[in-house]
Each structure stands twice: as structure tokens, then as C-alpha cells.
């Protein structure tokens, strides 16, 4: 008797890498971009905070530095926007 299993998830073929990990937050511009989901106005103000508090010399921008909303994040304005402002890092996040 033969068994024969199959993967229904399938594979994706990936075109372009993510961007490298920073390897310290010290010294390091930060940015939020919110896609506004549920409770991001109440979140991502508290997580700026927390990342402020647990590692000093990093710039957390406002939270609204950016257009927020999931049609915003995916424009090449607020690309460009993000590379304007020299930002190391960005959290992209729904909060919830």
C-alpha cells in the first residue's frame, strides 16, 4: 500500500526581498505606518511610547507623520515620504 500526501497550501515565488533587520534601534528614525484598523489610534501611541521608554537615542515619529489608511501605505507617495524623511525603520501595523 502507497500513501501520497499533498501540500494544498501551494508555494509562492519570491520577487524581492524584505528590507534588512536594523541591528540596533539606537540612533534609529522609526516611523508608524497605520492601515487604521481597530484600536490603532489607542495602540500604536502606546507602542511609540513603550519603544521610547525601553531603548533611548531612538526617534519614534508621530504617528501621524504618514497618510494613514490601507490605500495610503501602498502608494509611492508615502514611499517616497518615508525615504524623504531618512527613516531606518518602519512598523507597519492594524494594531489589534
Do not use: C, Y
Request: charged content about 25%.
Amino acid at each position: 500500500m502507497r500513501f501520497e500526501f499533498h501540500d494544498p497550501s501551494g508555494t509562492l515565488q519570491v520577487t524581492q526581498a524584505h528590507a534588512a533587520r536594523v541591528d540596533t534601534l539606537t540612533g534609529k528614525r522609526i516611523g508608524f505606518l497605520s492601515n487604521e484598523q481597530w484600536q490603532a489610534h489607542r495602540m500604536l501611541p502606546a507602542l511609540k511610547a513603550l519603544i521610547e521608554e525601553d531603548f533611548p537615542g531612538v526617534e519614534v515619529l508621530p504617528i501621524d507623520t504618514f497618510p494613514q489608511g490601507n490605500s495610503e501605505i501602498l502608494k509611492e507617495s508615502t514611499a517616497a515620504r518615508v525615504k524623504e524623511l531618512e527613516v531606518d525603520a518602519v512598523i507597519v501595523g492594524n494594531a489589534s
